[in-house]
């Protein structure tokens, strides 16, 4: 078999990447279209301005009430994971310099002000399955509060017209990692 054949050639490569672009900027429109309606652009506008720390702060410092010496170890690797995860994101951001969908788009609204320039990856997904990770791990019960409110944090993402389906999906897959991995070493620590 000829190894040429197997390299894509850059003109497919470049289709390819307008392909998807070409979706994603319709799967934005689609959720955007959502966002027309104030009560759910309100509604949306809540969830994310909850997905920015408030609600997460909140389980943080209700954790060791709840389930004690527990509760507080969870607290911590939530604690340190999320500063990991906050590095990470600004990270990857100061080097994609992907444009938010509202900004590269005029027909996509913007929902509510964003936090920053950039778009990939979603940190508030992030941060999200991150934290909804660590707490589920330890604390299955939580499941039924922290799924729904991490869905609908990714989803507000999008239907806000602040990210893709792509920086959504990127952001759940480093928060998952990251979790995996924030639980492996504390398991290693002995904690």
Not at 15 to 31: N, S
Not at 51 to 67: C, E, I, K, R, T
Not at 111 to 137: M, R
């Amino acid at each position: 078999m000829d190894a040429d054949k197997l390299i894509p050639s850059p003109g497919l490569a470049r289709k390819t990447r307008a392909r998807i672009d070409l979706l994603e900027r319709q799967v934005c429109l689609i959720c955007n279209s959502l966002a027309r309606r104030t009560s759910i652009r309100h509604f949306f506008s809540i969830v994310s301005r909850l997905g920015d720390g408030v609600f997460w702060y909140l389980l943080m410092l209700s954790l060791p009430f709840l389930y004690g010496l527990p509760g507080l170890t969870v607290s911590l690797q939530m604690v340190v994971c999320g500063m990991l995860g906050l590095s990470i994101y600004k990270w990857l951001k100061a080097r994609t310099l992907r444009e938010r969908p509202f900004a590269a788009h005029p027909d996509i609204l913007c929902g509510t002000a964003p936090l920053d320039q950039y778009s990939f990856p979603s940190g508030h997904t992030l941060h999200a399955v991150l934290f909804t990770a660590l707490a589920v791990n330890s604390f299955p019960a939580l499941a039924f509060i922290l799924l729904p409110f991490m869905a609908l944090v990714a989803l507000s993402r999008v239907v806000l017209g602040l990210h893709y389906p792509s920086d959504v999906a990127a952001g759940a897959a480093i928060g998952w990692l990251m979790a995996k991995i924030g639980l492996w070493l504390f398991s290693l620590a002995g904690a």
